[in-house]
């Protein structure tokens, strides 16, 4: 009985040794510094997804009543400035509604921008994420609305990859190398 619990001492003491130790492995992190390659990468899946549509689908919806292909990445984009710029205390700056931009080349773009808009947001110091705002007049931490974004957009990849599969096309996520 005593050697099984000094055998299992000694397997537990290196791993509370380990959990003293700052980390940046994935599983250690906390706080903004573990959202942050979880947005990265579902920016560079949503960039990578607005270029493998074909530009004649962005029109595409599967039923009449759900939003089309580009009318999804608008939705985004115009969420990631709202999002963003409230984790930021700043003044939304996107005055276009981009769920109304029809064109390829125009949705890829307003994608692209919308997420350099956020980048900051998701690299601002550990004690600023946690302050305090008001947001869709609740409160909660500039972290909190940041993971709301990529709650947010999360879900919407969810229809992106959808409607790629429907078209014939292999979503980013599914591509491998992530």
């Given at each position: 009985?005593?050697?099984?619990?000094?055998?299992?001492?000694?397997?537990?003491?290196?791993?509370?040794?380990?959990?003293?130790?700052?980390?940046?492995?994935?599983?250690?992190?906390?706080?903004?510094?573990?959202?942050?390659?979880?947005?990265?990468?579902?920016?560079?899946l949503y960039l990578r997804s607005a270029e493998l549509m074909p530009e004649q689908h962005y029109g595409f919806k599967p039923t009449p009543e759900v939003r089309t292909y580009g009318e999804i990445l608008g939705h985004v984009a115009n969420e990631n400035?709202?999002?963003?710029?409230?984790?930021?205390?700043?003044?939304?700056?996107?005055?276009?509604?981009?769920?109304?931009?029809?064109?390829?080349?125009?949705?890829?773009?307003?994608?692209?921008?919308?997420?350099?808009?956020?980048?900051?947001?998701?690299?601002?110091?550990?004690?600023?994420?946690?302050?305090?705002?008001?947001?869709?007049?609740?409160?909660?931490?500039?972290?909190?609305?940041?993971?709301?974004?990529?709650?947010?957009?999360?879900?919407?990849?969810?229809?992106?990859?959808?409607?790629?599969?429907?078209?014939?096309?292999?979503?980013?996520?599914?591509?491998?190398?992530?």
């Amino acid at each position: 009985m005593k050697i099984g619990a000094l055998i299992l001492l000694a397997l537990a003491a290196p791993g509370a040794a380990a959990a003293q130790q700052p980390s940046h492995e994935h599983g250690l992190m906390s706080g903004i510094a573990a959202v942050q390659p979880l947005y990265d990468r579902l920016k560079d899946l949503y960039l990578r997804s607005a270029e493998l549509m074909p530009e004649q689908h962005y029109g595409f919806k599967p039923t009449p009543e759900v939003r089309t292909y580009g009318e999804i990445l608008g939705h985004v984009a115009n969420e990631n400035y709202l999002f963003c710029a409230a984790a930021k205390s700043e003044e939304n700056p996107n005055q276009a509604d981009f769920e109304k931009t029809t064109a390829k080349a125009a949705l890829v773009q307003a994608v692209k921008e919308s997420f350099a808009y956020c980048d900051p947001a998701y690299r601002m110091d550990e004690m600023k994420a946690m302050e305090q705002i008001a947001f869709f007049r609740q409160k909660g931490s500039r972290l909190w609305v940041l993971v709301f974004n990529y709650g947010h957009d999360s879900e919407h990849y969810g229809n992106i990859v959808t409607y790629l599969r429907m078209k014939g096309l292999v979503p980013p996520s599914s591509q491998g190398g992530m």
